[in-house]
């Protein structure tokens, strides 16, 4: 059965067709189009493309307006004549005629690296060959990495289909805060990072007989600290077999790193692809291509329009790949994810428009910030790939071809050189790895960057003076999130709080926002946001949130009166159920505040005073490196303007913005971290009373 656009809306969220057509309108808050033939009766075209306001460029959806009738095809197939076809599609991928070479390869040396064309196989065939042929013997596990949540859930679905067993059972993938494994799980899919967590259980990988590293092109943070371990397993386990899977980018670079370990190639099929650039401004191509979309819509029956982006789940991840029904048009909307990790059958056209959303970190002020920023010509050449998949294709790309040459990097700089470190820093030491300046880095961080880590990890009491481990760091690192909300998480220990403290844990761990804010009823969003408001800053907002929701019984329908969005929500209940879990390896007990926000707020600053900001005469400032920062429109403080401030993070758009944030009174600051504060350094400067700022309505900001 072909997915239709209005399964995908019903099936999310289990909601009656009407309900959810109304949730639908509630979430027109970026953009949105309406295309397609017009309806007879009510003349308004039959699908509308929806832009959510919070992932404005990752989600686009379309909703089918009106019913339609059930497109007439062929009989479905019987369950034998599935497993023939799939089983065809196994050999007609580019891997399978060297799939007995590739297995003697893999026999003949330790180290593998595997050179392929997006789509030849590597993910979803390997390690199924290796499962044939007898590497999961004696409960021994297969690991295959991805850097992407989302393609380890939909490449292990993929697989357990192949196999024709239940996804958890032999086939699963585990990813942070999800775990579909069983004791009986041999090939496991998983995100690196969940892989670099195995080596805090188990540091020689024991239950393992192969890692395959996948994507390894992609360069995260995670795979590139995987490299240094693995081959560092490598050496003192001679029978792990270990394989670096990648695009057909930086293979070189893996064999010099892994003791010039062969290279496996396996020839692609390409069709030519036919590059077209653009000569326009960028909108005015965008608008040429929402043209274009609507004048498609008139011309054929049916426009699925799916969307792929990382946090989608699972259910509707398994849409994208099925089958277009005969005579519609598949268009899929997506983020760079689709570049390399995921392949989808029949691609001919790819609009590539040039961007990519990328981290960049700044170690002298330690301000990590997420910008959209233009890709490099190896990400443009990769995106171009997908268009001869199947065929001769097409790649419009957004931008000129001197663009293409003169700004355009060669390639991607690793994530290792552009991000934060603690994290890591903190498992390579509770790992025993004392000399992280001299850990075998395939590109080393920058120097600055990685004192600043230690720093921090010094700072939150995870490290001692001489950088070893302490029994808190040793906790701090149990726990799957960054280091200062795991130190937040220890001290509501001390404040007697553990029961809010995990719930504004969860919600800061819902990267989405949680409040939406559709066009046509702004007073009301409003209004229903403003409600939970809460004195003290929006950790308690989120808070309230949480608290209330979970009193009306986690109901879909609450968080649709109130404006708050029903999937981050069930997300965060996902992830505080978690949480809670490790509580009592961690050593927290379980209490709460009994509405005394004041010990949540002190357990919240233990965690994070190292993100602080004052306001002075010229705005807000932070506290040790005087940087100037705003509060984020969204903020419940944006017009309050308290004089001691923390945020959870900061976020480079048009300004420096903090996003969420807490008043806070600066002597807490020297209760927690008196070792980091001076009393001196938080004297007010100024009167006592400050003018209180007339801030720019969000109205005003636009
Ligand atoms: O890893 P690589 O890019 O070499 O290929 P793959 O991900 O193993 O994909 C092999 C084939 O499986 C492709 O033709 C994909 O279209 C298909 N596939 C799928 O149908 N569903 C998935 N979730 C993943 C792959
Ligand atoms: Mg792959």
């Keep these: 059965q072909p997915a239709r656009a209005m399964d995908l809306v019903e099936e999310e969220s289990g909601a009656p067709g009407e309900e959810q057509r109304r949730w639908e309108e509630a979430r027109l808050g970026a953009a949105s189009l309406k295309f397609g033939a017009r309806d007879a009766a009510s003349q308004e075209p039959k699908y509308q493309l929806v832009l959510e306001e919070e992932e404005t460029i990752e989600f686009v959806r379309a909703t089918q307006l009106q019913g339609d009738e059930e497109p007439s095809g062929p009989p479905p197939p019987t369950q034998a004549q599935q497993k023939e076809s799939i089983q065809a599609v196994r050999r007609s991928l580019p891997v399978f005629p060297f799939r007995e070479e590739l297995l003697a390869a893999i026999a003949d040396h330790q180290v593998l690296i595997i050179e392929g064309e997006t789509g030849s196989g590597k993910t979803t065939q390997i390690p199924q060959y290796l499962f044939e042929e007898g590497y999961t013997k004696k409960g021994m596990k297969i690991a295959c990495t991805q850097p992407r949540r989302v393609a380890a859930m939909s490449v292990a679905a993929r697989v357990a289909r192949e196999m024709g067993v239940k996804l958890g059972n032999e086939v699963g993938y585990s990813i942070r805060f999800e775990d579909c494994t069983s004791e009986r799980t041999a090939l496991r899919y998983m995100t690196d990072g969940m892989l670099l967590r195995e080596f805090l259980s188990e540091p020689d990988l024991a239950s393992y007989s192969v890692v395959m590293v996948d994507e390894a092109h992609e360069r995260t943070l995670h795979t590139d600290i995987l490299f240094g371990l693995i081959k560092d397993v490598a050496r003192f386990r001679p029978e792990l077999k270990v394989l670096v899977a ?231 690192a149990e726990l799957p999130v960054d280091p200062m909300l795991s130190k937040m998480i220890l001290a509501s220990e001390k404040y007697s709080c553990s029961e809010e403290i995990l719930t504004v844990a969860a919600m800061l761990c819902v990267n989405s926002s949680i409040f939406y804010r559709p066009k046509d009823k702004l007073v009301h969003a409003d209004n229903a946001r403003v409600n939970f408001f809460l004195p003290g800053g929006d950790h308690l907002v989120l808070l309230n949130v949480y608290t209330q929701w979970a009193e009306s019984g986690y109901s879909s329908q609450w968080c649709y009166e109130n404006f708050v969005q029903f999937r981050s929500m069930r997300r965060a209940r996902d992830v505080r159920e978690q949480l809670e879990g490790l509580l009592e390896r961690v050593e927290v007990g379980l209490s709460s505040c009994q509405g005394d926000y004041i010990r949540v707020r002190k357990a919240i600053t233990a965690g994070y005073f190292y993100h602080t900001a004052r306001l002075t005469r010229s705005g807000y400032r932070t506290v040790k490196q005087r940087q100037t920062v705003f509060i984020h429109p969204n903020s419940s403080l944006f017009e309050e303007q308290p004089r001691w401030l923390l945020y959870h993070e900061l976020v480079l758009t048009t300004k420096e913005f903090m996003r969420q944030v807490l008043e806070i009174e600066s002597s807490w600051l020297l209760e927690v971290a008196p070792h980091y504060y001076k009393a001196k350094e938080l004297e007010d400067p100024h009167s006592k009373k400050m003018p209180k700022k007339t801030g720019k309505t969000r109205e005003e900001l636009g």
């Design 246 to 476: 990648s695009a057909t980018l930086d293979t070189a670079r893996f064999s010099t790193f892994f003791d010039d370990a062969p290279v496996f190639r396996i020839p692609g099929r390409r069709f030519p692809v036919d590059i077209f650039y653009t000569k326009e401004e960028i909108e005015a191509a965008c608008e040429m291509l929402q043209d274009r979309c609507r004048r498609l819509g008139s011309k054929i029956r049916e426009l699925l329009v799916l969307p792929i982006y990382a946090n989608l789940p699972s259910d509707m991840q398994a849409r994208i790949f099925q089958p277009t029904p005969p005579g519609a048009r598949k268009v899929v909307v997506a983020t760079n994810i689709a570049e390399t990790s995921l392949t989808i059958e029949g691609i001919i056209y790819v609009l590539d428009p040039g961007f990519c959303k990328q981290k960049s970190y700044n170690p002298r002020t330690g301000m990590e910030s997420l910008t959209i920023t233009p890709c490099s010509k190896a990400s443009a050449n990769q995106r171009a790939g997908r268009a001869g998949r199947v065929a001769a294709g097409k790649c419009f790309r957004l931008y000129t071809a001197w663009a293409y040459q003169h700004e355009l990097e060669e390639t991607t700089v690793p994530e290792i050189q552009r991000t934060s470190l603690g994290n890591v820093v903190l498992l390579l030491k509770s790992l025993g790895i004392h000399d992280l300046m001299h850990f075998d880095f395939l590109d080393p961080p920058p120097y600055e960057t990685l004192l600043l880590a230690l720093e921090q990890l010094y700072a939150l009491g995870a490290l001692n003076h001489l950088g070893e481990l302490t029994t808190s760091g040793r906790k701090m």
